[in-house]
């Protein structure tokens, strides 16, 4: 079963401070120091330094075509704010690079792009999802990636930054700005595959009548879709924004691109709500079964008190011991040399002649 891991917060001091101000809030994710990680490229040759240094950022920027700066952990304030100085970087968009609790959201600065979205990366031996920030910010010549942590998520875009032969070598940052973030929507949709495998594994076990079968499983997995689906919904809208905006940096022969990354995040905001829906489906079917099974023990209950009712109070009337030497009226049956088999035997006919009636009537 797949989880939402949760982090414990330890920073989150930005309260009262004036907009622009840059503080790190969040949480413990990223608890080292940050790496810089810079590929520069054209249409006929690529620069890349593993763990850059600022100055080596600096250098690079006003060589080439496009660079992309791509930073693992957002803890410190420092950098940020250089890097912020380089690009250009809106101060409000820097202060919320640093804030990993803001909303995932677009907006346009200028000539420039900022994409705020969150991912989410699988620990697939420990079947838990972990979702962290990942900031986006596009100028006419360098892209700007921020991850809290340091999980590979853009293995395949670094890949094609070094094929020659990649599409992403002759276009400009508009394009690596829909490749990096095609990336996470596929990344996405494979999460949602594992989270739907689940989902109907849970409803064979609630179908099947499962003895371990609990409604904290149905809980469990309503709680990972809403997780995820807090960050899917407004990924799409972002999406879609791309789709359609008016701005130099998506160019009209990559609008097909962005075109295809809002299907994608269209198509995982619906396999979300149906998956919603069917955990919403199964919560009330569990429920209707356990009504039905409670509803069942009722009935069983009810008729063998009902059963027994004549029969007790047959048995209440001649426990009355009146005595019979004061009146011949005072239960005379006492005295019958065959009235105990008697009464039994009439209260065993009048039991099954119930048991038969309850079965005519279907109520057994």
Same mark, same amino acid.
Request: glycine share 4%; hydrophobic share 45%; net charge negative.
């Given at each position: 079963?797949?989880?939402?891991?949760?982090?414990?917060?330890?920073?989150?001091?930005?309260?009262?401070?004036?907009?622009?101000?840059?503080? =790190?809030? %969040?949480?413990? =994710?990223?608890?080292?120091?940050?790496?810089?990680?810079?590929?520069?490229?054209?249409?006929?040759?690529?620069?890349?330094?593993?763990?850059?240094?600022?100055?080596?950022?600096?250098?690079?920027?006003?060589?080439? #075509?496009?660079?992309?700066?791509?930073?693992?952990? !957002?803890?410190? +304030?420092?950098? &940020?704010?250089? *890097?912020?100085?380089?690009?250009?970087?809106?101060?409000?968009?820097?202060?919320?690079?640093?804030?990993?609790?803001?909303?995932?959201? /677009?907006? +346009?600065?200028?000539?420039?792009?900022?994409?705020?979205?969150?991912?989410?990366?699988v620990d697939r031996e420990k079947r838990e999802i972990m979702i962290e920030q990942v900031a986006f910010y596009a100028t006419e010549k360098a892209v700007l990636s921020v991850q809290e942590s340091a999980a590979h998520l853009f293995i395949p875009v670094i890949g094609r930054v070094r094929d020659a032969q990649a599409r992403l070598?002759?276009?400009?940052?508009?394009?690596?700005?829909?490749?990096?973030?095609?990336?996470?929507?596929?990344?996405?949709?494979?999460?949602?595959?594992?989270?739907?495998?689940?989902?109907?594994? !849970?409803?064979?076990?609630?179908?099947?009548?499962?003895?371990? /079968?609990?409604?904290?499983?149905?809980?469990?997995?309503?709680?990972?879709?809403?997780?995820?689906?807090?960050?899917?919904?407004?990924?799409?809208?972002?999406?879609?924004?791309?789709?359609?905006?008016?701005? #130099?940096?998506?160019?009209?022969?990559? =609008?097909? /691109?962005?075109?295809? *990354?809002?299907?994608?995040?269209?198509?995982?905001?619906?396999?979300? +709500?149906?998956?919603?829906?069917?955990?919403?489906?199964?919560?009330?079917?569990?429920?209707?079964?356990?009504?039905?099974?409670?509803?069942?023990?009722?009935? !069983?209950?009810?008729?063998?008190?009902?059963?027994?009712?004549? *029969?007790?109070?047959?048995? %209440? &009337?001649?426990?009355?011991?009146?005595?019979?030497?004061?009146?011949?009226?005072?239960?005379? +049956?006492?005295?019958?040399?065959?009235?105990? #088999?008697?009464?039994? *035997?009439?209260?065993?006919?009048? /039991?099954?002649?119930?048991?038969?009636?309850? =079965?005519?009537?279907?109520?057994?």
């Amino acid at each position: 079963m797949m989880r939402v891991v949760s982090r414990k917060q330890v920073f989150a001091h930005g309260h009262g401070l004036p907009p622009g101000q840059l503080v =790190r809030v %969040g949480d413990d =994710r990223a608890a080292g120091a940050p790496t810089i990680r810079l590929l520069a490229y054209s249409g006929t040759d690529f620069f890349e330094i593993e763990t850059a240094t600022l100055d080596e950022v600096s250098e690079q920027l006003g060589k080439w #075509p496009v660079c992309w700066i791509h930073v693992c952990g !957002v803890t410190d +304030e420092a950098l &940020v704010r250089s *890097l912020g100085e380089m690009l250009g970087i809106h101060p409000l968009a820097q202060e919320e690079i640093l804030n990993t609790n803001t909303r995932p959201k /677009f907006e +346009e600065y200028g000539r420039d792009l900022f994409v705020v979205t969150k991912s989410a990366t699988v620990d697939r031996e420990k079947r838990e999802i972990m979702i962290e920030q990942v900031a986006f910010y596009a100028t006419e010549k360098a892209v700007l990636s921020v991850q809290e942590s340091a999980a590979h998520l853009f293995i395949p875009v670094i890949g094609r930054v070094r094929d020659a032969q990649a599409r992403l070598r002759t276009r400009g940052t508009g394009y690596l700005l829909f490749a990096l973030m095609d990336v996470k929507a596929d990344n996405i949709l494979s999460i949602l595959d594992m989270v739907e495998t689940d989902i109907v594994e !849970v409803e064979e076990d609630l179908l099947t009548g499962d003895e371990d /079968f609990t409604i904290d499983i149905i809980y469990q997995h309503k709680r990972t879709v809403l997780a995820i689906m807090r960050f899917v919904m407004p990924m799409r809208d972002n999406a879609h924004r791309l789709e359609i905006i008016d701005h #130099p940096l998506v160019k009209e022969e990559d =609008r097909y /691109f962005f075109r295809d *990354l809002a299907d994608n995040a269209r198509r995982a905001a619906d396999r979300l +709500e149906h998956a919603r829906l069917l955990l919403q489906n199964m919560q009330e079917y569990y429920h209707l079964m356990e009504e039905h099974r409670n509803n069942h023990v009722m009935k !069983v209950l009810t008729i063998i008190a009902t059963l027994f009712l004549p *029969l007790t109070f047959i048995a %209440g &009337v001649y426990g009355m011991n009146f005595d019979h030497e004061k009146s011949p009226w005072n239960m005379p +049956e006492l005295y019958m040399y065959f009235g105990y #088999p008697v009464c039994l *035997l009439f209260m065993a006919t009048f /039991f099954f002649c119930m048991l038969w009636w309850f =079965r005519r009537m279907k109520w057994l």
